[in-house]
């Protein structure tokens, strides 16, 4: 069975920064794709940032492209989502995700609450 598990969640003003972590049960973790999604209130979900199972490449949406960083620490079978010079915009609950290198996430955490205030 696998399971995710975000924290690093929480409040802060805008300009500031915050370190969400995703802590994944299973053997197969460093073999899998892991992405961050989130979704703010009234609109549906979208992407974040996405990392390949060896680190080796990562991708972001363009609204966190230079402020996000995506890593991973396969060692510890955890996800990291390091977000500088929020915005209040970047409010949303934020989830991560594993895709089994099948181009589809089949796996979701429950998410964790990001409030920026202005």
């Known amino acids: 069975q696998v399971q995710l598990v975000e924290s690093g969640g929480g409040l802060v003003q805008a300009g500031g920064s915050l370190r969400l972590s995703c802590a994944a049960s299973?053997?197969?973790?460093?073999?899998?794709?892991m992405g961050w999604f989130r979704q703010a209130p009234g609109k549906e979900r979208e992407f974040v940032a996405r990392?390949?199972?060896?680190?080796?490449?990562?991708y972001y949406a363009d609204s966190v492209k230079d402020r996000f960083t995506v890593s991973r620490d396969n060692a510890k079978n955890t996800v990291y989502l390091q977000m500088n010079s929020l915005k209040p915009e970047d409010t949303a609950v934020y989830y991560c995700?594993?895709?089994?290198?099948?181009?589809?996430?089949?796996?979701w955490g429950r998410g964790t609450q990001v409030t920026v205030s202005s």
């Open positions: 995700a594993a895709d089994p290198v099948t181009d589809h996430y089949v796996y």
């Open positions: 299973g053997r197969s973790f460093s073999t899998w794709h």
């Open positions: 990392i390949r199972w060896n680190g080796g490449t990562t």
